[in-house]
């Protein structure tokens, strides 16, 4: 089993930017390609990034490309999401996910993800 807890979200003005962090316990998470995802009120949870085991390739949903840069620190069991240029529309609850097919691509479908945090909540203010 794999525990993963997302934290860094908070309140900030537009423009600002964030850092969530999301730390894994429980097993090594080196070997597992890495997911965020995002739900706002009202609406279906969604990717915005995505990261191989490695590092080595990565994913961004159009909405957040050039502003959200996904990485990790397999030493740290710690995947990270750089959020910059903020926007009243990525006010959401960010969750981390974990797919536990070893050595695998990023996967943008929430389906394939076996572990999930229980959220960051994210609130920007226009």
């Known amino acids: 089993q794999v525990q993963l807890v997302e934290s860094g979200g908070r309140l900030v003005q537009a423009g600002g930017s964030l850092r969530l962090s999301c730390a894994a316990s429980g097993r090594p998470i080196g070997a597992y390609a890495m997911g965020w995802f995002r739900q706002a009120p009202g609406k279906e949870r969604d990717i915005v990034a995505a990261?191989?085991?490695?590092?080595?390739?990565?994913y961004y949903a159009d909405s957040v490309k050039g502003r959200f840069t996904i990485a990790r620190d397999n030493a740290k069991n710690t995947v990270y999401l750089q959020i910059d240029s903020l926007k009243p529309g990525d006010t959401a609850v960010y969750y981390c996910?974990?797919?536990?097919?070893?050595?695998?691509?990023?996967?943008?479908?929430?389906?394939?993800?076996?572990?999930w945090g229980q959220g960051t909540q994210v609130t920007v203010s226009s």
């Open positions: 990261i191989s085991w490695s590092g080595g390739s990565t």
């Open positions: 996910a974990a797919d536990e097919e070893p050595y695998g691509s990023p996967t943008t479908s929430g389906d394939e993800y076996d572990y």
